[in-house]
Nanobody
Framework: QVQLVESGGGLVQTGGSLRLSCAAS????????MGWYRQARGNQRELVAT???????NYADSVKGRFTISRDNAKNTVYLQMNSLKPEDTAVYYC?????WGPGTQVTVSS
């Protein structure tokens, strides 16, 4: 059974940084694409970034140049480094893999 647990969310001012982590279990981590998504209140869930088992990355246009997705296969963990945060980045951030969602972690960016 795949389990994903996010951490690292919080409240930050505009221009600040946060690093999210997602610890995975029950999965052959090295071989799976991992993704970060977010959902702001009243909006649909949207893709933020993905990273393949081989380390290829993909980003939403809205976060390119500000966010970086990475993975540590030894720790079964995927990260999302978020810099230059904006109020519009405020959302619940979810980790996704193998049709499974984590419970999410709240990120709030104050103006």
């Amino acid at each position: 059974q795949v389990q994903l647990v996010e951490s690292g969310g919080g409240l930050v001012q505009t221009g600040g940084s946060l690093r999210l982590s997602c610890a995975a279990s029950g999965i052959s981590f090295n071989f799976n694409t991992m993704g970060w998504y977010r959902q702001a209140r009243g909006n649909q869930r949207e893709l933020v970034a993905t990273i393949t088992g081989g380390g290829n990355t993909n980003y939403a246009d809205s976060v390119k140049g500000r966010f970086t997705i990475s993975r540590d296969n030894a720790k079964n963990t995927v990260y999302l480094q978020m810099n230059s945060l904006k109020p519009e980045d405020t959302a619940v951030y979810y980790c996704f893999a193998r049709s499974t969602w984590g419970p999410g972690t709240q990120v709030t960016v104050s103006s």
